[in-house]
């Protein structure tokens, strides 16, 4: 007699032990959405669920008892990746292990814009709170290239601008180098694409072009127009004579303000003073302004002068084109 009411109450014990073990798997989180749980590299299992007990979001000691028990019977303790992890509102304690060994961490977002110089896009990689950096305060984009096994070369318009999302943790080098990496691939396919006869000698001075038409213009459909301006300059010996590229030479000497003195000023980058291309890009072009330069729109212009509402008026002669500068100069003095 004695023997069996031990075994009846044994197994009641068991029952209610099996109850509580359920309920406190099944109990749902109290989340309601967006609370992230950082599992930091080399953390324990355990370690993470006793940090989710201290902020409220597990129950009870005996939640990570049980949590930590399924975890290592199942295989998920040891299967846990680092990461954010986002937790959906409606979630079940023993939906955790399975969410921290998914590694479908959060995704961050950063945009690197078309138009921005190297400068201003590695600025903006530095800022975010969520990318690592790695290198150094000086000489950043030379550091840059050589680990981009590119050393020595001048990192301006060699990164695709686009929006990038990635993991808390990532490097500068490790987002840049995705950057780069799209821009070969986005040039090699338009280069694949080009219409024939193109003053260029290589995919790289059509990333020059690209740069240009890029700063000249923020209307799309101005673009094409615009390159067939400056590719037609090229064809027949003419000096680009583009404002973006001489302001890009002044470098930190510009005021905002472009004088004639600086149309004057000899650097690499002048087109008013030497002939072709500039060295090297002069900002981060998009692919609209790359199929432009690659398909420049046919036609006789050989000049364009800005209507100051960010379109432009495109003339075939000089006299045209000289006669445009001062109705619009002179319309933009009478604004003033």
Do not use: H, K, N
């Given at each position: 007699m004695r023997r069996a009411l031990l075994l009846l109450i044994g197994l009641a014990a068991a029952a209610l032990a099996g109850g509580d073990v359920h309920s406190q798997l099944q109990a749902p989180l109290p989340a309601s959405g967006g609370e992230i749980v950082d599992v930091p590299k080399g953390a324990s299992f355990r370690g993470v669920l006793r940090e989710l007990q201290g902020r409220g979001l597990l129950q009870s000691g005996r939640q990570v008892l049980y949590l930590s028990w399924y975890a290592r019977i199942t295989g998920r303790a040891g299967a846990m990746k680092a990461g954010e992890y986002a937790l959906a509102p409606g979630m079940r304690a023993i939906d955790l292990p399975a969410l921290l060994a998914s590694g479908q961490v959060v995704l961050h977002e950063l945009t690197l814009v078309e138009g921005w110089q190297f400068v201003t896009a590695l600025a903006a990689v530095h800022a975010h709170p969520a990318l690592k950096r790695t290198l150094p305060e000086t000489d950043a984009g030379a550091a840059l290239m050589a680990q981009l096994a590119a050393p020595g070369r001048h990192p301006e318009g060699l990164f695709y601008p686009d929006t990038y999302r990635f993991p808390r943790?990532?490097?500068?080098?490790?987002?840049?180098?995705?950057?780069y990496k799209t821009q070969q691939r986005v040039l090699a396919e338009e280069w694949d694409k080009r219409a024939p006869d193109l003053p260029y000698v290589s995919p790289d001075e059509?990333?020059?072009?690209?740069?240009?038409?890029?700063r000249e213009t923020g209307q799309v459909d101005e673009r094409p127009e615009i390159a067939g301006v400056f590719v037609r300059r090229l064809q027949k010996g003419m000096r680009l004579q583009t404002d973006p590229s001489v302001i890009y030479g002044l470098g930190a000497a510009f005021d905002g303000n472009l004088r004639k003195r600086d149309l004057l000023a000899d650097t690499p980058y002048n087109t008013y003073t030497r002939a072709g291309l500039?060295?090297?890009?002069?900002?981060l072009p998009g692919r609209a302004a790359l199929q432009a330069a690659l398909h420049p729109a046919p036609g006789k212009t050989l000049y364009f002068v800005s209507r100051g509402d960010g379109s432009h008026v495109f003339s075939e002669t000089f006299t045209e084109h000289d006669a445009a500068v001062r109705q619009f100069q002179l319309k933009r003095r009478r604004a003033r």
């Open positions: 943790g990532t490097t500068d080098v490790e987002f840049m180098r995705r950057a059509a990333l020059i072009m690209a740069s240009i038409v890029e500039p060295p090297t890009p002069i900002c």
